[in-house]
């Protein structure tokens, strides 16, 4: 009995210090990039149907530039949802439960093609935000419940050992 309780004791710190590393990983290449994918194939926020529709002026400089006009997508000049990542801070109460945080990082082109401008990412992202009344990055609860059921099925992989 003594054996097995060791067993889950060292399982439970592999598990437990490999989380952050996971944590950073899976949110940068599945969370994000399904957010990302909502946003640019739908327009939809995170609740509450979609952003609000663009403006007539940016309206025909979209179509003038051949970007599509339908519902706002935040990719006229293409890298500011490209920077979104995890800011490095994986943080843990010690117990178990991590709190993971993503934010648009480092400098993106903005404004109109002829005169782009470079800006701090996070600071056109808040822009956009304020003018949305919601985080434009902001997960769905099915996004979330998704990345939940992966952590899941990670740590179900790792208990296999036993």
């Known amino acids: 009995m003594a ?3 060791d067993k889950v004791t060292r399982l439970k710190n592999e598990i437990i210090g490999s989380m952050p590393d996971m944590l950073e990983d899976d949110v940068n290449s599945i ?4 957010i990302v994918e909502r946003i640019t194939t739908t327009g939809q926020r995170n609740r509450n149907g ?3 529709s663009y403006k007539d002026y940016w309206a025909k400089v ?7 006009t339908g519902f706002k997508d935040f990719t006229f000049l293409g890298n500011l949802l490209d920077s ?11 117990r178990g439960r991590f709190r ?27 822009g956009h935000s304020e003018r949305e009344g ?10 979330l419940k998704d990345f939940e059921e992966r952590i899941y099925k990670w740590v179900e ?6």
Do not use: H
Request: no cysteine.
């Open 3 to 5: 054996e097995l309780k």
């Open 31 to 34: 969370l994000i990039p399904a």
């Open 50 to 52: 979609n952003f609000t």
């Open 62 to 68: 979209r179509s003038k530039n051949g970007r599509q």
């Open 84 to 94: 979104l990542k995890v800011n490095g801070n994986v943080l843990s109460d010690g």
């Open 100 to 126: 993971v945080s993503y934010d648009f990082l480092g400098e993106v082109k903005d404004g109109d093609r002829s005169s782009p401008r470079t800006r701090d990412a996070r600071w056109v992202a808040s």
């Open 134 to 143: 919601v985080i434009i990055s902001q997960a769905t609860e099915q996004e």
């Open 157 to 162: 992989s790792k208990m296999v050992t036993l």
